[in-house]
């Protein structure tokens, strides 16, 4: 009798490590020449952009302050639930700073607007968002990101950050899942 033999997940690397962290460094260097040597409080949204993070601020150069917020909107599935909750807060004021959020990727918008308003109304001195990944196709908020790395179809993506039910977030790079 055969041993019925457990499903392999499908991956298909999307976007190359080489890709990515070329892109990156274009990235950090135009953010770095557009704010000047002012520094830059970079709000990195958890956990999703912790490995791109690393590496923008990295790219970015010069005076940079690292805070982290979390937040939690997709539950574990492969599907927005559209209910974001910020899950930790901001530990330091951002009042009078000019602040970059950091995020992994831009899929409806939801978590973003959400960010933004609720960030905006702590008074920084600008607010600005750079995500290293945007899927157009489900917006359901007219939302675009200040700096943006990749322009991505509508898959669902693992990666360099980004997971499915926590794994996969250590990738080098980022691929496509096929269930
Ligand atoms: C992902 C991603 C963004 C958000 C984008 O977070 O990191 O925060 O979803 O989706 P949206 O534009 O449709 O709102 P997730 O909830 O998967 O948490 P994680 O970063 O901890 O993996």
């Known amino acids: 009798m055969r041993e019925e033999r457990p499903t392999r997940d499908q991956l298909r690397v999307l976007i190359p490590e080489e890709r990515l962290q070329a892109r990156i460094k274009e990235l950090g260097a ?3 020449a557009d704010y000047g040597d002012r520094p830059i409080t970079c709000v990195g949204v958890l956990k999703g952009s912790f490995m791109f993070m690393a590496d923008l601020v990295r790219a970015i150069g010069g005076d940079i302050r690292c805070e982290f917020l979390a937040v939690s909107s997709y539950h574990g599935g492969t599907r927005s639930t559209g209910v974001v909750r910020i899950t930790e807060d901001l530990r330091t004021p951002i009042e009078g700073q000019d602040t970059l959020v950091i995020e992994d990727i831009i899929d409806t918008g939801l978590t973003l607007d959400y960010l933004l308003r609720s960030l905006q109304v702590r008074g920084p001195a600008s607010l600005k968002t750079c995500c290293l990944l945007d899927k157009p196709a489900h917006r359901e ?5 200040d700096y943006v790395g990749f322009s991505i179809p509508d898959e669902f993506v693992v990666g360099y ?5 926590e794994r ?3 990738l080098p790079h980022i691929a496509v899942y096929t269930p």
């Open 141 to 145: 908020v007219a939302l675009d990101s």
């Open 168 to 170: 996969y977030r250590n």
């Open 30 to 32: 135009q953010i770095r």
């Open 161 to 165: 950050g980004l997971d499915l039910a």
